[in-house]
Each structure stands twice: as structure tokens, then as C-alpha cells.
């Protein structure tokens, strides 16, 4: 009798204990890695979305349902890779199935910040996560309505932003939508600046709308000493082979031609919905594509632009650059100097945020280093930062949670008002060093390269190293 009663209680305990595994499972999420199978547009056909990638395959998207808490919590994923400008340019990119074609689409990894797993993304774990799939080479913003039939390539990357969207809302509940972010990275944070007031739209009703770019802040760099202008060459091609002036924020074309429209400098400061901005200064993808030397052949460029840190055979001068020329390695660093000079002409807007780092890098929350990991702002990891930020009501400048950038005058573009006389006894204000938003942290192999930089150029060669590197010292608490 003992023994049967034994069984009968490790019996019941075992299904207790199974069915509390299972309710944990449901309400924590899976710890394991799991992957999203293509969903493709519902009756595509007659939504206009049929035909729609480069190689005329319908769109499609990867959905995970949200639970518990998040249940009507949505995040729209804008994924990267690029764009096409050209007809060869685009018939090659259609016959890839990465990025051109919904073909053999494989299954999708949840990771990062699309992970269901609360101890990697305990912020947005329980959402609804979305994933549109980049097939279009334009930033999701082309609608061409004409096929060439030479080439037989669509142009119609708008609509499978639209249809995708507009699925969502009638069939998967997304109409009751109590908070939605819109997030992309590269060319897709480049779609997501450019699509932010359409996406806040289509959700009027929804407590929180805001949007996230991670390295889609591309900017114009024109006029780097030894330099091309070659980044508005380029987005020049893109706009004219895709037809985008029609579809471009108007309030920028109406002041400039198309080509500039499609960088996000001319376009933020109009934008309404709040906007969250995630880049390095040393933007690896922009100084290693869109960054030319004036003769594009220049020996020695493309191992300078490559992550030099980890090439062995590179050992010139023991520097950060060992690859690079003096004139390389004044180009690379002119970029930074243009890109925060770029930020700094922006409009002061209390819910926009920045989290600018010095990482030679490109692309940040898909990657598990960067998401938890380097680079942090005040100890904080991206993916906290990025919590703090998307979580409150509002950006607040003043509060640490969630940074405002302000222009940091200890790096040479933002000091010459304070160094018109070199001869003047250091004075550094506060907000010099208090709202500086660059990461310098010692994983970031750019750190010693900054530092030279401020001892070269700052102030325009007027100022000794000593007088420098004291205000470095003041203002990031480094040492030397």
C-alpha cells in the first residue's frame, strides 16, 4: 500500500512539475533559439503586393506572436543590406535570395533584440516581433508601376511596406496596438527615418509610436580633404533608377534637389514621431563604401578601410591604423569630424535621442557583443539604453536614462569658437563634458586614433599637445 502511494505521489508531482514548466515557458518565453518560418502577403495579388520584389516574387515578413504583458505591444523590424542603383546593379541583386528575391526563403533566428527570451531581451521579449523582408534594393520606399521588359526587374518596395503594415492591422490585432516601434538598421534604419511619420499613421490610436534607426544616419561628407563626394554620387543613382523623388518627404524636396532627400540630415528635423538614433562617428560601412580617396585606386586603401586592428601584417608606425597613410588616416578621421558636424545642425527636439559611439562598426543591435556588450554610455548597454529610452512617455534631455546629445566642443570641428585666441587659459564649461554621447570604450579599437586627433587638429593646429590633451583629459577622464 506504501508503495502505491509512492507512485501515485511521484506520479503527480511530475506532472505538476511539467505543467509548471510549461506555464513558465509560456510566460518567460523560450530561452532556446528559435526560428520564424516566411509568411507571405495574404491574397498579394489583389493587394498590389503580388509582384513586388526586384525579381517580381510576392513580399513577405517573419511574425512572432507577442504573450502575456506584450500581448498588444508591436515591433516592426526593417532588416539592412544595402541598396542597387543601376540596371546590372539590380539584375544581379535579384538573382540573390538574401536580398532580391523571396525564393528559398530559409527559416529566421530570433536573437538580440527579436529574442523571446527575457534574461537577452528583457525589454521587448514578449512583443509581437515582425520582420519585413528587404527584397527591393531602395529602402523599402520605391512604387514603380512600370515593369521594363528587358529587364523585367519591380521596383516596388513601398508596397510591401504598405501591404505588410496593412495586414497586420486586419488579421493579427495590430489596430489595438498599445505600443509600436518601428526599427531598422543600415539601409533598413535608413527606411525607418524615412518612414517614420507614415508608420505613427497608420497607428493613431496607440498609446506609444517611436522609431529606433541603428547606423541608417547617413550623411553627405562632402569635402573631405582628399576625398570624393562620393556618397551623394550614389545615392543620386538610387533615387533617379528607382523613381523615389515622388515618394521622398516633401518638405525637403520642395527646398532641395532629390538626391539630398535621401540623407537623413535634410530629413529628421521635420520629422514629428519620436526618434531614436543609434551610429558611430567612424561608421564602418560609410567610410569603407561611401568614403573614396580622390584616386579610388590609392594604394594601400582598401587594407586601411578594413578593420586594421586584426590584420597582422599591418604593423606601420604600432598605430590604430597600421595600414593606412598619413593622408588615409586624415580622410577617415575628417569623416568623424563631418559626421558630428552633421549633428550638430540639427534642431534641438526633446524627443529625439542619440547614442553615438566611437566603435569602427556598423550595425549594432543584431549582434549579441554590441547589444549586451561594448559599447556602453555611462554603464549602460545598448540594450538597456535602448529600454530606458523606448519605455517613458517622452525623450527627457536632462535625464541620464535616455541621452540627449548635445555637441561635444572638446573634439575639433565644435571648439574654434572657444579657441579663436590658442593662447587663452583652458576654459571648459560643464556641458562640454556632461552631455558627451561618443563611447570611447577601450574595446573600441578607434580610441587611441581619437586621441591623436585631438592633439593634431584641434583648433586648427593652434594648440601645443599639452594644452590638448588637458582638455581631453577634463572632458573624458582618460589618461593618457
Same mark, same amino acid.
Given at each position: ?39 507571405? =502577403? ?9 509582384? =513586388? ?22 515591433? !516592426? ?192 528635423? #521635420? ?15 560609410? !567610410? ?93 548597454? =545598448? ?40 593662447? #587663452? ?45 588637458? =582638455? ?9
Amino acid at each position: 500500500m506504501g508503495s502505491n502511494n509512492q507512485v501515485t505521489f511521484s506520479t503527480w508531482f511530475k506532472i505538476i512539475l511539467y505543467v509548471l514548466v510549461f506555464i513558465e515557458s509560456q510566460v518567460d518565453g523560450q530561452s532556446a533559439d528559435q526560428e520564424l518560418n516566411v509568411t507571405f =502577403i495574404t491574397d498579394a495579388i489583389s493587394k498590389g503586393a503580388g509582384k =513586388i520584389c526586384l525579381d517580381g516574387t510576392p513580399g513577405g515578413y517573419f511574425f512572432s506572436k507577442g504573450f502575456g504583458d506584450g500581448i498588444n505591444n508591436w515591433m !516592426i523590424y526593417l532588416p539592412g543590406g544595402g541598396w542597387c542603383n543601376s540596371k546590372e546593379d539590380c539584375l544581379d541583386r535579384s538573382l540573390n535570395e538574401r536580398l532580391g528575391s523571396n525564393k528559398n526563403v530559409p527559416p529566421k533566428d530570433l536573437v538580440t533584440f527579436k529574442s523571446q527570451d527575457k534574461n537577452i531581451n528583457p525589454d521587448f521579449y514578449n512583443w509581437n516581433f515582425i520582420e519585413i523582408r528587404y527584397c527591393d534594393g531602395a529602402s523599402f520606399m520605391a512604387d514603380v508601376e512600370a515593369v521594363d521588359p528587358e529587364t523585367n526587374l519591380y521596383l516596388r518596395g513601398r508596397r510591401i511596406f504598405t501591404s505588410v503594415i496593412e495586414e497586420l492591422m486586419s488579421t493579427q490585432g495590430m489596430s489595438n496596438a498599445e505600443n509600436a516601434l518601428l526599427v531598422g538598421n543600415s539601409a533598413g534604419g535608413l527606411a525607418t527615418i524615412l518612414n517614420c511619420d507614415r508608420f505613427h499613421s497608420f497607428l493613431p490610436g496607440a498609446r506609444r509610436v517611436k522609431c529606433i534607426s541603428d547606423s541608417g544616419f547617413f550623411i553627405q561628407a562632402e569635402h573631405l580633404r582628399g576625398g570624393l563626394d562620393n556618397a551623394i554620387n550614389k545615392f543620386r543613382k538610387i533615387v533617379l533608377f528607382h523613381e523615389l523623388a515622388g515618394f521622398l518627404p516633401e518638405s525637403c524636396t520642395q527646398r532641395l534637389a532629390p538626391e539630398l532627400c535621401l540623407f537623413p540630415e535634410n530629413v529628421v528635423n #521635420d520629422i514629428q514621431t519620436p526618434l531614436f538614433l543609434l551610429n558611430s562617428d567612424f561608421d564602418q560601412f560609410q !567610410i569603407s563604401v561611401l568614403v573614396l580617396p580622390n584616386s579610388t585606386n590609392e594604394e594601400g586603401w582598401r587594407d586601411c578601410k578594413s578593420n586594421n586592428s586584426i590584420l597582422p601584417s599591418c604593423t606601420k608606425n604600432n598605430s590604430y591604423l597600421p595600414c593606412c597613410t598619413d593622408n588615409q588616416q586624415q580622410l577617415i578621421t575628417d569623416f568623424q569630424a563631418s559626421f558630428l558636424k552633421t549633428l550638430e545642425k540639427l534642431d534641438d527636439n526633446p524627443s529625439r535621442g542619440l547614442f553615438i559611439t566611437s566603435c569602427y562598426a556598423h550595425d549594432f543591435i543584431p549582434y549579441p557583443p554590441y547589444w549586451k556588450g561594448t559599447p556602453t554610455f555611462q554603464n549602460k548597454t =545598448i540594450q538597456q539604453v535602448m529600454g530606458d529610452c523606448v519605455l517613458t512617455e517622452g525623450y527627457d534631455p536632462s535625464s541620464p536614462d535616455c541621452v540627449k546629445y548635445l555637441p561635444p566642443e572638446c573634439l575639433d570641428p565644435f571648439y574654434h569658437d572657444m579657441c579663436k585666441d590658442a593662447y #587663452d587659459p583652458i576654459d571648459t564649461s560643464d556641458h562640454c563634458c556632461n552631455y558627451i554621447v561618443t563611447s570611447l570604450d577601450i574595446g573600441c579599437f578607434m580610441l587611441v586614433l581619437v586621441k591623436q586627433v585631438v592633439d593634431m587638429h584641434l583648433c586648427d593646429d593652434k594648440l601645443g599637445g599639452h594644452r590638448a590633451q588637458a =582638455i581631453w583629459d577634463k572632458c573624458y577622464g582618460l589618461d593618457s
